[in-house]
């Protein structure tokens, strides 16, 4: 009867995750079959094959859709906050998970608070553009920069917190001081955590299509998902184009995390299991 019971359990676990497969993926094969459709097939939205493959799409949504110097726009904008909230992510965690005091405490609360309070746009705008920051590429990093690095902190201090302080000490009776730490003895031992957190951070970067529209005001600046308007409009709507461009945005953060598939894992493992 307890066998029953644990096949019972275990086929419907197994059709809700066919289900939650099947809403993930078929909107995938809508985009994908409706990128090398022509215009009318595309706009039925169905996982049918097309009649003719109309791989040109590709070709006219590059050639007309700014798509290359979005790109570089996107390349830009992802690297830089990355690489500027990873290493922000990194010392903070350092802190918290080093200092077992009041201030360490409240470091941890605040940036607790930052996961759970929501991002106020006007607001936002309004010191943009009291710093003179309104949109260029540097308002729109910190913003980024600032979104996620409370989850990217915790991430950090999950697995700074198990590197034993011993390893702080001994440098500090070497004479070490506290940059040098961290940078020279810290960050290296922060690999498997480093790629996890960057390849975070660049996918919730690369994807956002929201800030960007908001936050960069000139069509030169654009990043890769505000390309779909030069496709996409009130009067007219060229779904193959809109698809192709779509696929094209996906495929460059698809390959980076595929390459970075088994660190995450890795770093993501390794932090609970230090936590």
Partial sequence: M????????????????????????????????????????SAQFTISLPSEWHFENFAFVIETGKILGSFFNSVVITGSATVIGVCCAAMAAFVIARKKTRGGENLYNYFFLGMI????????????????????????ILIYVSINLPFNTFLFTSFISGIPKEIDEAANVDGCGIWRLFFTIIMPLLKPVIATSSVIFAMNVWNDFQLPLYFLNSPSK??????????????????????????????????????????????????????
């Fill in 222 to 275: 654009y990043t890769m998902p505000l390309t779909i308007y030069n496709f996409y409009g009130k009067y007219f709507s060229n779904w193959n184009y809109v698809f192709a461009d779509m696929v094209l945005t996906a495929i460059p953060i698809l390959i980076v995390y595929l390459i970075a598939q088994k660190y995450i894992v890795a770093g993501m493992t390794a932090g609970a299991v230090k936590g």
């Fill in 117 to 140: 309070a929501p991002m106020q746009i006007i607001t936002t705008y309004l010191m943009l553009n009291v710093l003179h920051l309104s949109g260029s590429f540097i308002g729109i």
């Fill in 2 to 41: 307890v066998k029953r019971k644990g096949k019972f359990k275990l086929a419907i676990l197994e059709i809700m995750i066919i289900i939650i497969s099947l809403i993930i993926i078929i909107p995938l094969l809508i985009m994908f079959f409706g990128s090398v459709k022509n215009q009318v097939e």
